[in-house]
């Protein structure tokens, strides 16, 4: 048997190849995992665009200098195992390398998940290590698992940035400037935040995707990236960027007087990205969900967290699917060169908004 992986060129995302390895035989503990779909979306991209930075490429080490292989969110069935605790044929839902097949190393088993204990995973965040059993996940259902692939990580970040903004008073704005207004964890932001009294949520975007932006009625107004003018230069607000683009953000630092908190989220940009030195205003920064998460645990308990982000998915999957106009369509992408061609697409933003893209490489 063989694991086919998409490769990237660390230093140039749009480069790109094919590899084809043979598999080892697994050692005592481990456990082989098909890798049966997952997401791209411009969060993919942002591992990408900030693997070095954030460790995102240490992962899945690609073990050749200058290519990495980019994490994606998806489902995987045990194909063999060598673990006493984890059978095969049982469907996980976790964080995969852009391949056909995994392997991990389970540890710390409970009914409800395990984690890879992978000796290069060790020093990376717990959440991203944490591969859940779906027999026992409160949030899987078997006739999501499309929506579940596609929103479900992008969600979680969604509603800790609005849990994280009106933890903090919202850094005393009412208004709220989203950027990539178009893209998925945008808007599932300003779904959390349309839920909020006394903010106003405006969402920028490009020309032909304001449409899109409007007809999802979470924001109070939809503005392209050159009308910035319309909102009153002393406007006490907070930048939550989702684009990465420099120049946008420079642009905003410099007109609002009253720029009270400037947050990083992503980089769907990716042509534009630049740092966020020697800016007017308040220092960017960059916003790292399982800290969030992790403080919340600590107020509430693991427990109670979960139960309110179950909550909060299913109330906004119902709205993403439903009819007659709902917001996303699945596109489903099978083989090496279809998940290759899609990967291109992703990375240069110019897909339709509507689209969500789910990948395959491993055989039916």
Not at 24 to 42: E, H, I, K, M, Y
Not at 107 to 126: E, I, K, N, Q, W
Not at 147 to 159: C, D, G, K
Not at 332 to 341: E, I, L, S
Request: glycine share 8%; net charge neutral; proline share 6%.
């Amino acid at each position: 048997m063989s694991t086919t992986t998409l490769l990237v060129r660390k230093d140039h995302l749009a480069t790109t190849r094919l590899s084809e390895t043979a598999d080892a035989p697994l050692a005592d503990g481990q456990v082989r995992v098909r890798v049966d779909s997952f997401a791209l979306t411009a969060n993919n991209i942002t591992y990408a665009a900030f693997g070095d930075a954030m460790d995102y490429w240490r992962f899945f080490p690609a073990g050749e200098d200058g290519w990495g292989i980019v994490p994606v969110w998806g489902f995987g069935t045990v194909a063999q195992s060598l673990h006493p605790g984890v059978a095969v044929g049982e469907r996980l839902y976790g964080y995969w390398p852009m391949a056909s097949g995994a392997v991990l190393t389970p540890t710390r088993l409970s009914p409800a998940a395990f984690s890879d204990g992978a000796p290069h995973r060790a020093a990376l965040h717990a959440i991203y290590n944490q591969y859940l059993r779906c027999a026992a996940d409160p949030f899987h259902t078997a006739d999501s698992e499309d929506l579940q692939a596609l929103l479900r990580p992008l969600f979680t970040t969604s509603w800790l940035i609005d849990d994280f903004l009106a933890d903090n008073g919202f850094f005393g704005a009412s208004t709220l400037l989203l950027s990539s207004a178009s893209s998925k964890t945008a808007y599932g932001t300003a779904f959390q935040l349309a839920q909020r009294q006394g903010v106003q949520v405006v969402g920028l975007t490009s020309p032909a995707n304001v449409a899109f932006c409007e007809s999802l009625g979470v924001y109070s107004r939809v503005l392209t990236y050159d009308q910035l003018d319309q909102v009153a230069a002393d406007t006490p607000c907070v930048y939550v960027d989702f684009a990465g683009n420099a120049q946008l953000r420079r642009a905003i630092h410099t007109r609002f007087a009253q720029l009270k908190f400037s947050s990083s989220i992503g980089g769907t940009h990716v042509a534009h990205l630049g740092g966020a030195k020697d800016l007017p205003g308040p220092r960017a920064t960059l916003f790292f969900a399982p800290a969030q998460a992790k403080k919340r645990q600590a107020d509430w308990g693991a427990g109670a967290l979960q139960q309110r982000l179950v909550q909060a998915w299913q109330a906004f999957i119902a709205r993403v699917g439903q009819p007659p106009a709902p917001w996303l369509a699945v596109q489903p992408h099978h083989g090496a060169q279809a998940v290759q061609a899609a990967y291109a697409e992703v990375l240069v933003g110019r897909g339709d908004p509507r689209a969500g893209h789910l990948l395959s490489l491993s055989m039916p």
